[in-house]
């Protein structure tokens, strides 16, 4: 019925959204988005609704990167969307972009002091700060130890190097000399 509905002429954006709702529920990502697509720029339409429906099939298609631009996008037309920018910090923390889940994560809490998820949403946030943290520990070790092996492989070839040189000074040259040169017969006995 939605399917015809959106054939006929002025058609209403509801339609566009509840036949995108309904290929989603029935697990036609790919058709869910192209009518939420169709439907977004329609008369009345909620651009930004429309959008994080977008992203949510995307997120179904385990396409992250994908719902994270439709999700940003939603942000783009109403920055206070705060099912937006909760599904994209769960995004991000699917793409491991700690930084960015967590920022997100924080607005959304200050967007909306009293959700239902409040509590949960803190212990990730509390999850996501020590993450970051041991992640930053681990970086500027790594790099302690890269600039440590830097030093000693510099170290080695300066020894190389020094070696090399105070070998050669103890070398001495050779040339040729115009010392006398025998001179052989071209008679040669071969005895059997």
Known sequence: MLEAAIAGESVDYKAYLYLGIAYEQLGFYDKAIEALKQGMDKKGADRGMFLVNIGNNYVRKQESKEAV???SKAL???SSNTSALRNRANEYLRLEEYDKALNDYKLYLSLEPDAY???????VIALLENKIDKIAKQKLEEERK??????KQQELLDSVLNSLSNASEDTTNLSAGSEDVEQYSDNFDIVD
């Open 76 to 78: 783009e037309v109403n």
């Open 146 to 151: 890269r600039l440590a092996e830097e030093k």
């Open 117 to 123: 998820q409040n509590e949960r949403i803190e212990k």
């Open 69 to 71: 631009a439709y999700y």
